[in-house]
């Protein structure tokens, strides 16, 4: 039998398994360095944390464009259907206003003074000549202020 240091009962060491021994040692030893390295390694370890970060927020940006998109389209057909509602309420109010409107004969009133006009054109004509001299004096006057 070897006890812990390889040796066999007779007090020899077995150099073989001396040797495994080692190799194991050297196996963690190589192994419990590279650990320690990573974590010495402060560049490395900001850079993997700056992934996880870069990561995290493009999942998030996702996430948060998803929610915007929902938002736009649930706006979007309140919108429509506000639009709808407007458009249907002045064709109503249109509807009665020219009801009121043929109810009033405002539109027989100025048919009957659009032809009374081309019959006798003549208060037209009287009115654009006075509206003619207002002008007139009103250039006059603000040319002599000049």
């Known amino acids: 039998m070897s006890n812990k240091n390889g040796s066999s009962s007779s ?24 650990a320690l390295a ?50 249907d309420k002045a064709r109503d109010t249109a509807g009665q206003a020219t009801g009121k409107v043929k109810e009033s004969g405002a539109l027989d009133r100025a048919g009957e003074a659009g032809r009374q006009v081309r019959e006798n054109p003549i208060p037209l004509a009287a009115v654009l000549a006075g509206l003619a001299a207002v002008v007139g004096v009103i250039l006059i006057v ?5």
Not at 11 to 34: F, N, S
Not at 61 to 69: L, P, S
């Open 142 to 146: 603000r040319g002599r202020r000049w």
């Open 38 to 87: 990573a974590k010495a390694d402060v560049k490395a370890r900001a850079k993997e944390q700056i992934e996880e970060t870069k990561a995290r927020v493009r999942a998030q940006a996702a996430e948060a464009t998803g929610k915007v998109r929902e938002a736009a389209q649930l706006a979007t057909g309140k919108v429509r259907g506000a639009a709808a509602q407007a458009t």
């Open 11 to 34: 007090g020899k060491p077995d150099v073989a398994a001396l040797r495994a021994e080692i190799a194991q040692t050297r196996t963690e030893l190589g192994e419990t360095v590279q």
